[in-house]
């Protein structure tokens, strides 16, 4: 059976990969309307077709009618359709909600080449989350890492040019080691298919012959992902990257650039090599083990940092050392855990990130975390949604961040020989949590000095002053709730999705 | 018998040998040219990896010439398609980490990337 909304993933690629160059000819204002037109229409042709796969199950769409073993294929199933619906719905929130700073921090002449870089990550990420090729995936990350690096030093400043340098040099690590394991993997299998690559693991691992050139592949592949995605001991760039850009875009980056490569992985994962060869390795060993103590020694960090930005940041490496963690523990339930994860980091991150910059504009522009005492008596819904965000992070009731650790500890469980380590990690880790989010929610609720509130920098916003950075974050706290108050659909969406990919 | 299989493959061992070489530079110089030229190595290593693996001993270039259309008188082309695609996106990385490199060095004078650290640290951006 074929419908028309069987081409709308296609169509969504192209349509934000040609807004790149079309934005290139168009001046800033245009320009951002157009990718915001462009974001908006994506996200209701994702949504129509998240529909369509939710009755008619998954399909594979063939590129220019080219059959199985020598066309390229997007293929779409639940999960997918989902997660192009969120992202485009995340990184819409993103952009409305750092609108003011973009437009002030990057030059009035180049705001076009802002929007170029929005387009194409977003066309990255969409091809990152349907292609069924593993090359095609290859050529999309290093887009995704390109127009990343864009986003990252469109502030110009010392600072955001060597933060951009290192982000470079290490995603560049990592997409070498990834080109390598699907080097690799080519060579065992003769296929870049995903599907195709599947079946012929499957006879590899049912023959017992070439099992250390598999596990290569995969530890390679596997590395390499994770180093782009900031996995604990490779998160050197990811403070200065993360906190001296403009808002918008370390909102981005958090919450929509790292998860297009986990997500990627997790399609490796079941799509590529097969859950069962994956589950059967020790790659998830090392996963585990670099998961858990990226949990606790991001957190480390973030609580030694007085930058409050620098601070969320660091917060990330913690976020990303769960969803590996979940790789690690190596089961179906953990594994929806960790997807869980990515929609729960991803709404609160940028949630976060945002907020800060709201409260930052109360206190002068000062980020330092004294300068923010009182700073959410001045700008009311900024303080509201810092708190949202900084309970979710917790894993208070009621957010998102309170089911992600119930998924993930209900999955521990269920795993007797990593049970007690990951229990003790997600204790460590929600108390260190607790401790730097708690500390900054009491600092922006404790009266400043009546000294400090003379200064001109310290001024009152009003609700009404920033209109769409707050409406942006009370889509976002809404987001928090909705995913931490339904969560029992999303989940099962979740479940169903991931049965889809097997 | 491994180190005879080692030798027999000689020339998939010298592009991991320079896969390791590039990366290590990569990761481990100071100096940002250097780092480029690292990575180039280490690109340069896959593509000679791939080159081999498409390569069949005693076939010619995919390309049809006098007609003759059999399968196995061709080496693989898909590999030869795939260096062609990683030459593309290594040469814009390349460029890319060029550009950012003119603009720091013209910011600080320097191509070391920790004297630019501290260098920003004075600055206290």
């Given at each position: 059976?074929?419908?028309?909304v069987?081409?709308?993933?296609?169509?969504?690629?192209?349509?934000?990969?040609?807004?790149g160059?079309?934005?290139?000819?168009?001046?800033?204002?245009?320009?951002?309307?157009l990718?915001?037109?462009i974001?908006?229409?994506?996200?209701?042709?994702?949504?129509?077709?998240?529909?369509?796969?939710?009755?008619?199950g998954?399909y594979?769409?063939?590129?220019?009618?080219?059959?199985?073993?020598?066309?390229?294929?997007?293929?779409?199933g639940?999960?997918?359709?989902?997660?192009?619906?969120?992202?485009?719905?995340?990184?819409?929130?993103?952009?409305?909600?750092?609108?003011?700073?973009?437009?002030?921090?990057?030059?009035?002449?180049?705001?076009?080449?802002?929007?170029?870089?929005?387009?194409?990550?977003?066309?990255?990420?969409?091809?990152?989350?349907?292609?069924n090729?593993?090359?095609?995936?290859?050529?999309?990350?290093?887009?995704?890492t390109?127009?990343?690096c864009?986003l990252?030093?469109?502030?110009?400043?010392?600072?955001?040019?060597?933060a951009?340098?290192r982000?470079?040099?290490m995603?560049?690590?990592?997409?070498?080691?990834?080109?390598?394991?699907?080097?690799?993997?080519?060579?065992?299998?003769g296929?870049?298919?995903?599907?195709?690559?599947?079946e012929?693991?499957?006879?590899?691992?049912?023959?017992?012959?070439?099992?250390?050139?598999?596990?290569?592949?995969?530890?390679?592949?596997?590395?390499?992902?994770?180093?782009?995605?900031?996995?604990?001991?490779?998160?050197?760039?990811?403070?200065?990257?993360?906190?001296?850009s403009?808002?918008?875009s370390?909102?981005?980056?958090?919450?929509?650039?790292?998860?297009?490569?986990?997500?990627?992985?997790?399609?490796?994962?079941?799509?590529?090599?097969?859950?069962?060869?994956?589950?059967?390795?020790?790659?998830?060993?090392?996963?585990?083990?670099?998961?858990?103590?990226?949990?606790?020694?991001?957190?480390?960090?973030?609580?030694?940092?007085?930058?409050?930005?620098?601070?969320?940041?660091?917060?990330s490496?913690?976020?990303?050392?769960?969803?590996?963690?979940?790789?690690?523990l190596?089961?179906?339930?953990?594994?929806?855990?960790?997807t869980?994860?990515?929609?729960?980091?991803?709404?609160?991150?940028?949630?976060?990130?945002?907020?800060?910059s709201g409260?930052?504009?109360?206190?002068?522009?000062?980020?330092?975390?004294?300068?923010?005492?009182?700073?959410?008596?001045?700008?009311k819904?900024?303080?509201?949604?810092?708190?949202?965000?900084?309970?979710?992070?917790v894993?208070?009731?009621?957010?998102?961040?309170?089911?992600?650790?119930?998924?993930?500890?209900r999955?521990?469980?269920?795993?007797?020989?990593?049970?007690?380590?990951?229990?003790?990690a997600?204790?460590?880790?929600?108390i260190l949590?607790?401790?730097y989010?708690?500390?900054?929610?009491?600092?922006?609720?404790?009266?400043a000095?009546?000294q400090?509130?003379?200064?001109?920098?310290?001024?009152?916003?009003?609700?009404?002053?920033?209109?769409?950075?707050?409406?942006a974050?009370?889509?976002?706290v809404?987001?928090?709730?909705?995913?931490?108050l339904f969560?029992e659909?999303?989940?099962?969406?979740i479940?169903?999705?991931?049965?889809?990919?097997? | 018998?491994?180190?005879?299989?080692?030798?027999?493959?000689?020339?998939?061992?010298?592009?991991?040998?320079?896969f390791?070489?590039?990366?290590?530079?990569?990761?481990?110089?100071?100096?940002l040219?250097?780092?480029?030229?690292?990575?180039?190595?280490?690109?340069?290593?896959?593509?000679?990896?791939?080159?081999?693996?498409?390569?069949v001993?005693?076939?010619?270039?995919?390309?049809?010439?006098?007609?003759?259309?059999?399968?196995?008188?061709?080496?693989?082309?898909?590999?030869?398609?795939?260096?062609?695609?990683?030459?593309?996106?290594?040469?814009?990385?390349?460029?890319?980490?060029?550009?950012?490199?003119?603009?720091?060095?013209?910011?600080?004078?320097?191509?070391?990337?920790?004297?630019?650290?501290?260098?920003?640290?004075k600055?206290?951006?």
């Amino acid at each position: 059976m074929h419908s028309f909304v069987q081409n709308f993933p296609f169509i969504s690629i192209i349509l934000s990969l040609f807004g790149g160059p079309l934005s290139s000819i168009l001046g800033g204002k245009k320009a951002k309307y157009l990718n915001i037109g462009i974001i908006v229409l994506i996200g209701c042709l994702s949504g129509a077709v998240l529909g369509f796969v939710y009755t008619n199950g998954a399909y594979v769409y063939s590129m220019g009618h080219f059959p199985a073993p020598w066309g390229n294929e997007i293929r779409v199933g639940v999960l997918e359709a989902a997660m192009a619906v969120f992202f485009c719905m995340i990184m819409l929130l993103c952009m409305l909600g750092g609108i003011v700073e973009r437009e002030a921090e990057v030059y009035e002449t180049k705001q076009n080449l802002y929007y170029i870089m929005v387009n194409l990550l977003l066309c990255s990420l969409l091809a990152l989350i349907y292609t069924n090729d593993l090359f095609t995936a290859y050529v999309f990350v290093e887009i995704n890492t390109i127009s990343a690096c864009g986003l990252i030093m469109c502030k110009q400043n010392g600072r955001t040019i060597e933060a951009a340098t290192r982000y470079m040099i290490m995603s560049l690590m990592g997409s070498g080691l990834f080109l390598l394991g699907i080097c690799f993997l080519y060579d065992l299998t003769g296929h870049l298919l995903m599907s195709n690559i599947q079946e012929s693991v499957a006879a590899i691992s049912a023959a017992g012959t070439y099992h250390v050139p598999l596990m290569i592949a995969l530890g390679l592949m596997a590395v390499g992902l994770a180093i782009k995605s900031a996995l604990y001991p490779f998160h050197s760039w990811l403070p200065d990257a993360y906190g001296y850009s403009t808002v918008s875009s370390a909102a981005i980056l958090s919450s929509l650039v790292s998860k297009g490569y986990i997500f990627l992985l997790i399609k490796i994962f079941y799509r590529v090599i097969g859950f069962n060869v994956v589950r059967e390795s020790k790659v998830i060993n090392v996963l585990f083990v670099f998961g858990v103590a990226g949990m606790i020694m991001g957190s480390l960090s973030a609580i030694r940092e007085s930058n409050i930005r620098r601070m969320i940041a660091f917060s990330s490496v913690a976020q990303i050392g769960y969803i590996y963690m979940g790789f690690g523990l190596g089961t179906y339930e953990a594994m929806i855990a960790s997807t869980y994860h990515i929609l729960s980091h991803a709404a609160t991150k940028s949630l976060l990130f945002i907020a800060a910059s709201g409260l930052t504009d109360a206190s002068g522009d000062e980020t330092d975390f004294f300068s923010l005492t009182g700073a959410g008596f001045r700008n009311k819904m900024a303080g509201i949604a810092f708190t949202v965000g900084g309970l979710s992070m917790v894993g208070f009731p009621m957010f998102s961040g309170f089911i992600s650790k119930m998924l993930f500890a209900r999955a521990a469980v269920l795993n007797s020989g990593k049970m007690m380590p990951t229990l003790i990690a997600l204790a460590i880790s929600t108390i260190l949590n607790a401790i730097y989010f708690l500390k900054t929610v009491i600092r922006l609720y404790t009266p400043a000095k009546t000294q400090n509130l003379e200064k001109d920098s310290f001024r009152q916003i009003s609700v009404s002053e920033q209109p769409w950075k707050n409406v942006a974050l009370l889509f976002f706290v809404i987001l928090n709730f909705a995913l931490g108050l339904f969560s029992e659909p999303i989940v099962a969406l979740i479940r169903n999705g991931l049965g889809m990919f097997a | 018998m491994s180190f005879v299989n080692l030798l027999g493959n000689y020339e998939e061992a010298i592009a991991m040998i320079l896969f390791g070489i590039g990366f290590s530079n990569l990761l481990l110089q100071k100096n940002l040219i250097r780092k480029i030229i690292g990575f180039n190595i280490m690109d340069t290593s896959m593509y000679l990896f791939l080159a081999l693996k498409g390569y069949v001993a005693g076939r010619k270039a995919p390309i049809v010439v006098n007609g003759v259309q059999s399968v196995t008188a061709y080496v693989n082309p898909i590999p030869s398609g795939l260096v062609l695609t990683g030459i593309v996106v290594s040469v814009s990385v390349t460029a890319l980490m060029l550009s950012l490199t003119v603009r720091l060095y013209y910011r600080y004078h320097t191509l070391d990337l920790d004297e630019i650290s501290a260098k920003l640290k004075k600055e206290g951006l």
